[in-house]
Structure formats: structure tokens, C-alpha cells
């Protein structure tokens, strides 16, 4: 697990208090929202102010290429990656 991904999974964590889950819970490409690990709207109207605080990243709520990025860990580290 890269050291990108696993602080996108703690800060995940920490933001939505998802407790009894940890790191190594969350899989890099299940999906954030429904069957995968369980996340609603309001989830990622929390995440989106702590990703622009943290990797300085502006993300539109009614976009469908925001919809893309909060697919799984694995597509927000991608984001992340390409805005540094």
C-alpha cells in the first residue's frame, strides 16, 4: 500500500469517524459510495472541504468528473497525484 493511499484512508477515516475500521480495512479499488465500503452524499460533502485543505484540491459537487474521482481510494490518490 503506497504512503499516499494510506493517508487518504486515515484522513477518511479521522473526517467520517468510521469507527471499528482501519486502514487495512479498505480496499484501494472497492467502491467509496454504496455496496462498496458504505458512503453517502453527506460523506462526500465532508471529504470534499478536507481534500482541499490537505492537497489544496477544488472539487465541484454537481460534477460527473467529481463523481469519477470518489469512485475508490485508488481514483482520489490518482487526483491527488495529479494536482501536485
Do not use: W
Not at 465500503?37 to 465541484?60: F, M, V
Amino acid at each position: 500500500m503506497s504512503d499516499l493511499s494510506n493517508e487518504v484512508k486515515v484522513m477518511m477515516i479521522d473526517v467520517l469517524s468510521l469507527e471499528d475500521i482501519t486502514p487495512e480495512d479498505i480496499d484501494n479499488t472497492v467502491p467509496l459510495f454504496g455496496e462498496g465500503l458504505g458512503l453517502d452524499s453527506i460523506d462526500a460533502l465532508e471529504l470534499a472541504p478536507a481534500l482541499k485543505k490537505r492537497y489544496n484540491i477544488q472539487l465541484s459537487a454537481d460534477s460527473e468528473e467529481t463523481k469519477k474521482h470518489f469512485e475508490s481510494v485508488q481514483s482520489l490518490v490518482e487526483l491527488i497525484e495529479a494536482n501536485q
